[in-house]
């Protein structure tokens, strides 16, 4: 049953207020055919369900932020690490390069040498 409006259950009929002009709504309560009180009682269980629920989102989300914090720590040293071991690596190239760049060619030249011994005396 529907008045006006604003829709009523079973129980509760709305009721014109006063003045028409305010917003407020008033209801009436039929005693009778309402059973509201296990209504609220069922509400209330349902509200405190919500609340555990709520409060298991709540541990769940500060545990992931913290789990994201620390990974985003751990992130930042590895970057840092990982530039400092690259500082150290290019001052060993500048160091040493042409060094480096000796051995490389010497050790090109052997294997070459080498082939060629082999093949030289493969064919014998």
């Known amino acids: 049953m529907a008045s006006g409006a604003y829709g009523s259950r079973e129980g509760l009929t709305a009721r014109p207020a ?13 005693p009778i055919t309402a ?8 509400l209330r269980g349902q509200v405190r369900k919500l ?9 769940e989300a500060k545990y ?5 914090s620390q990974l ?3 992130l930042t040293k590895a ?20 060094n480096h760049l000796f051995h490389v ?14 093949s030289k005396f493969s064919r014998r």
Do not use: P, W
């Not at 059973?35 to 069922?42: A, P, S």
């Open 105 to 118: 060619i010497l050790f090109a030249l052997g294997c070459f040498f080498l082939v060629y011994l082999v």
């Open 35 to 42: 059973d509201l009180d296990d209504h609220i009682l069922g």
């Open 18 to 30: 006063a003045s028409s002009s305010s917003s407020e709504i008033s209801l009436q309560i039929d």
């Open 51 to 59: 609340r555990g629920v709520v409060q298991e989102i709540q541990t």
């Open 72 to 74: 985003q720590m751990t």
């Open 79 to 98: 970057q840092a690490g990982v530039k400092n071991n690259m500082r150290r690596i290019n001052k060993k190239i500048i160091q040493n390069g042409s």
């Open 64 to 68: 992931q932020n913290d789990f994201i």
